[in-house]
C-alpha cells in the first residue's frame, strides 16, 4: 500500500484506540462503582486455527481494556441442542454481561438456532434476529460489530450518509446487510450488490456512489477507475496477503476519504465489540444497583 494521491485515509487504528481507551476508563468506573467488571463471554466450537486466533485476540483485548473474560471450549462434536443450553445458560448468568459466539460453528450445528439463544440484552456481537430487528427500526440495540464500527468511522470523518448514494457491495448478515440497514436508518440512498448482481450493474452502482462499502471478499475487487471523484471508500474486505476488496492505489486517486487495508474497518470491529460489552454491562449492573 503506498501512499494516496488524492484521498485522505481514515485512519481506524487510531480512532479504535480512542475508543478502546475510552471503554476502559468507562470499564473502570463501573467496577469502581459497583464492584463488578464487565464481562464477556467467548464460546468457541472445534478448533479452526483462524478462529481460534480471532478468539485468543479479543479476549486478550477484553483484558487490556478491564473487561473479563469467560472462555467456553465445546468440542467440535457439540451438538445444536448442546450448544444452545450452554448459550442460555450463560444469558441467564448475572456475572456474564456479554456473549460472543465465534462464527463458523461448524456445519451439522443450526448457527441461527445457537444465536437465538443469546439474550438480546447481552448480544454485544449483534446476531440475534431481535437485534436485527432493532437495528433495521433505529431502535436501542446492539449492532453487528463491522458495520458498526464502519459508522463509528464515517461519524469520525463527518460523513453524514443522509441524501447520499450509497452502495454496498455483499449482503452477509454479519456485515453486508447491516451496514447497509445502518446507513438506511441515517437516510442514504442504499444500493446492494451481490453475486448475483452482474458485473457491468455493479460497476455502474460503484460509479454513482458517494458511499462505497466493500464487504466481499476478494481481493481488489472494486476497481480504481470505477471510484466515483470525492467519494468515501470503506473497504471491510480482509484477504489474503493483507489486501481488502478495493483496489487501493488506483482507487485513492479517485476517492475523497478511503480506509487503509490493515487499519481501516478491522481494529474497528473488536473496539466496537469492548465498546457494546461495557454497554451491556452499564445497562445489566445499573439495573442491578438502582
Ligand atoms: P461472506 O459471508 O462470504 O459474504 C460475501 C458477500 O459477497 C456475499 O453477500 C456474496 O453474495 C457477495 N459476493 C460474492 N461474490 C460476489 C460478486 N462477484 N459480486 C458481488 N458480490 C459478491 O463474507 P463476509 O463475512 O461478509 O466478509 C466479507 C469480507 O469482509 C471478507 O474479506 C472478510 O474477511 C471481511 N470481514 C472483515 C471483518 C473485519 O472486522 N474487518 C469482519 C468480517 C468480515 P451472495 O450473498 O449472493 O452470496
Not at 496477503?241 to 476517492?255: P, S
Not at 474497518?265 to 442491578?288: C, K
Request: glycine letters at 10%; hydrophobic letters at 45%.
Amino acid at each position: 500500500m503506498s501512499t494516496p494521491a488524492n484521498a485522505r485515509l481514515m485512519d481506524g487504528s487510531g480512532l479504535a484506540r480512542r475508543l478502546v481507551e475510552e471503554t476502559a476508563a468507562r470499564a473502570a468506573d463501573l467496577t469502581r462503582r459497583t464492584g463488578a467488571r464487565p464481562c464477556l463471554a467467548t464460546v468457541l466450537v472445534g478448533e479452526d486455527p483462524a478462529s481460534v486466533t480471532y478468539v485468543r485476540m479479543k479476549r486478550a483485548r477484553c483484558e487490556k481494556a478491564g473487561i473479563r473474560s469467560r472462555h467456553v471450549e465445546l468440542p467440535a462434536t457439540t451438538t445444536t441442542e448442546e450448544l444452545v443450553a450452554t448459550l442460555r445458560a450463560l444469558s441467564e448468568d448475572p456475572d456474564v454481561h456479554g456473549i460472543l459466539l465465534q462464527h463458523p460453528v461448524g456445519r451439522h450445528i443450526d448457527e441461527r438456532a445457537a444465536f437465538e439463544a443469546i439474550a438480546p440484552e447481552k448480544d454485544v456481537d449483534g446476531v440475534t434476529t431481535s437485534s436485527f430487528a432493532a437495528m433495521s427500526f433505529g431502535l436501542p440495540g446492539f449492532v453487528s460489530c463491522t458495520p458498526g464500527g464502519i459508522m463509528r468511522l464515517l461519524d469520525a470523518y463527518d460523513v453524514d450518509p443522509a441524501g447520499k448514494r450509497a452502495v454496498v457491495v455483499g449482503r452477509s448478515a454479519i456485515l453486508g446487510k447491516p451496514a447497509g440497514m445502518l446507513l438506511l436508518a441515517r437516510n442514504a440512498t442504499v444500493t446492494y450488490c451481490h453475486s448475483y448482481t452482474p458485473a457491468d450493474d455493479l460497476s455502474a452502482a460503484v460509479r454513482e456512489a458517494d458511499i462505497v462499502v466493500a464487504a466481499v471478499g476478494r481481493a481488489r475487487f472494486i476497481k480504481g477507475e470505477d471510484v466515483k471523484p470525492g467519494a468515501v471508500v470503506v473497504d471491510a474486505g480482509y484477504n489474503e496477503g493483507n489486501v481488502g476488496d478495493v483496489d487501493f492505489d488506483a482507487a485513492a486517486e479517485r476517492a475523497g476519504l478511503i480506509t487503509p487495508v490493515p487499519g481501516g474497518v478491522g481494529p474497528m470491529t473488536i473496539a466496537t465489540l469492548l465498546a457494546q460489552t461495557v454497554d451491556a454491562a452499564e445497562r445489566q449492573l445499573g439495573t442491578a444497583t438502582a
